[in-house]
Structures are given as C-alpha cells and as structure tokens.
C-alpha cells in the first residue's frame, strides 16, 4: 500500500513539474487515466486480498445439529416405593396363649394354612362331651324313628328325639367353628417374611402377632400425585418405571388412579403393577414417569441452545457459511430438550455448541 502511494506521488509531482514544459495536454491526459486504471486495478486487488485474509481470521468454529422429527414425551415424574398386592400381618381370630408354632422365616405357605396354634384345651373337653352327648342322641332318634315308621309310639316322642340331636349337632358345630378360630391361618399364599412370634406369648383379636405374609410375585408401585395433575394423569397413561437400587427401567401402565383427592396430602394415590422379578422387593424407592404429552413428530433443540431477549427466544442456525439468528416459539420441556412449534423446520442445522458469541450474520465453520 506505502509503494503505491508512493508511485502516485511521483506521478503527480512528475505531471506538475512536467507543466512547465511545453506539451500535448491532450496526451498527457490520456497517459495519466491510464495510470489512474493500472493503479485502481492493483489497489482493488490488494483490497481483495486483505478482505480474503480477515474472513479467514474472523472465522467461528461451531457444531451444529440438523433438525429431523422425532418422538418428544413430557413427563410427570414421582418417587414412590414399591409394595405387594399381598403383604399382610396375620392377626388372631380368638384370644389364647400360644401352644405350636408350624412355620419359620423365608417358608412358602397357602392360603389358610395353619401357622400356630392357641390354647383350646378347654373346648376340646367340651367338644369331646358334647360328641357323647350327641352320639347318645343320635342313637336314640335312630330307634324312635324306626319305631314311628312302625307305626310304634307317639309322634310327641319322635320329634323330641329329633329335636334334640339337631340342637346338639348345632352346639356341636358352633364349638368347632369357636376351636378352628383358636389356630392361626394364613390369609394369603406367599411367604413368612416375618416371624416373632413365641411359644406362650398371649395374643388378641386385631393386635399383630408378628407374622408378616408376603406374596412377592405380585408386586406393584405406590405412588402420590399432586391434585395439579388430577386432569393429566389417569388410570391406563403410559408410565416408565426406574427402580435405582436393582437398577431397572421398564415400561408400564397405570393400574389404578384413585379419584378422590387426599384432604391431608393434596394428592391422589396410583399403582402401577410390576412383573415378577426376584430382585423387586417391597419398600424399594421407584421413579416414576408417567406420559402427559406426546408428539410423534416433533422438532427439538436442546435447551441451552436457545437464548433469550426482552421479546423472544431465538437460536441460531448455519446457512452458507454464515450464522443466522432465528426468532423461534417453545412449547414443553422434558430431559433438557425444548419442543420447538413454530421458526424452525426440519433439515435446519441449529449451532448447538459456539453460539455465545455469535452476532446475526457471523461467518461459523462447522
């Protein structure tokens, strides 16, 4: 750049003192503008060649992510734990002292099966007095009978006789009924997870006996939902179940959404019912998210990629080299992807990563 400012200083002093002498003006003219175009070409070249060097410079690198439809979900996640459809303390029907204990801890045992038994010496006695007496009776109804079909008797004495083996049958029912209640029974099939229970310790109707039952192959999810989702959540929807101490995720569907709304708590209970598993146990923290929204075809940007101003959210995206900023409109926002609805299309190519500097116009390598 100095030397051409140089040469044109030259020529200009070389026309000026050239002045004095004599000469075709017209010529001279001539001579000058072709001067002035050999020097424009070489100053327009040397601009175009310093013009090349700082976009080279000013280059920004970017990484960009190329906008396709996909599967967008939002979800309403919860903690709840996991429980058994069978899990019950075994109480006693009757009061009595423990005489027999029929199972230990980790047994499998069925429905009704006895698993200790109460004192019932008292009505085994009265059983046993009432059998003789009912044995007696039985025979003596068994003769009154054969002789009124005879023909023999009195029809008086025929229906006492029937009438007392049939009060005595009942007597007899009742006590065995009272005695079957002095065992204790499972009400569940599953197996003993608990057993505290000992020999001589006295028990009652509706207290514990230590017993707890468990049925691990049904197992289920409990959870709590806040009454704000009482519109969005509800019995069928689609949920993802991760259980973080096996670690498992599996996907499930709400089994039962209750319908009133805790009064206490705020909140509505849901289950979602578990496959077989052995490593599933109950009291196990589970996490649940459960599907409010969903869009098949949806075009997402992750969220740190979209900047803010007083009137609008806007990316930036990549077109010919240059970056070009995108006013754009969100709509949900689940696992750190925003949903976009409207300023993008699919095949744009969104700066995901370099975009904190950038300006409207910004020359990006990809």
Not at 63 to 88: H, P
Not at 166 to 186: F, I, P, R, T, Y
Request: aromatic share 4%; glycine share 6%; proline share 3%.
């Amino acid at each position: 750049m100095k030397t051409l400012l140089y040469t044109i200083t030259l020529a200009l002093l070389f026309a000026s003192c050239s002045s004095d002498k004599p000469k075709d003006k017209k010529g001279e003219l001539e001579q000058l503008k072709k001067q002035r175009t050999e020097l424009n070409g070489k100053i327009e070249k040397l601009e175009a060649e310093l013009g090349q060097n700082k976009t080279k410079t000013d280059l920004k690198d970017v990484v960009v992510s190329e906008l396709a439809e996909t599967q967008f979900r939002n979800y309403v996640e919860v903690q709840g734990k996991v429980d058994a459809e069978d899990n019950v303390e075994v109480m006693p029907e009757s009061p009595g002292t423990v005489t027999a204990i029929y199972v230990k801890v980790g047994q499998n045992v069925s429905k009704g099966q006895v698993l200790a038994q109460l004192d019932d010496k008292v009505l085994r006695q009265s059983v046993a007095q009432l059998q003789t007496q009912l044995d007696l009776a039985s025979t003596v109804f068994n003769r009154q009978k054969n002789l009124w079909d005879q023909k023999i008797g009195t029809e008086v004495q025929y229906l006492t006789a029937k009438s007392q083996k049939e009060g005595l049958e009942k007597q007899l029912a009742g006590l065995k009924s009272q005695a079957a209640m002095n065992k204790v029974k499972s009400p569940v099939s599953g197996t003993i997870d608990a057993m505290e229970l000992k020999l001589g310790q006295s028990v009652a109707p509706g207290s514990p006996t230590g017993i707890r039952v468990v049925n691990a192959s049904r197992l289920k999810v409990k959870a709590l939902v806040s009454e704000n989702y009482g519109g969005k959540v509800n019995q069928g929807d689609e949920v993802t179940v991760s259980l973080p101490d096996v670690p498992a995720n599996l996907n499930a569907h709400i089994s039962f959404a209750a319908k009133v709304i805790d009064p206490v708590s705020r909140g509505f209970n849901v289950e979602v019912k578990l496959p077989s598993d052995k490593r599933y146990r109950p009291n196990m923290v589970a996490v649940l998210k459960i599907i409010d929204y969903r869009n098949d075809k949806a075009l997402v940007v992750p969220v740190n990629a979209i900047q803010k101003s007083e009137t609008s959210e806007y990316v930036f995206t990549a077109v010919n080299g240059k970056a070009k900023k995108v006013e754009v409109k969100t709509g949900k926002i689940s696992d750190g992807k925003a949903e976009v609805l409207s300023g993008l299309k699919a095949g744009d190519k969104v700066i995901t990563t370099g975009f904190q500097e950038l300006n409207d116009g910004d020359n990006v390598k990809l």
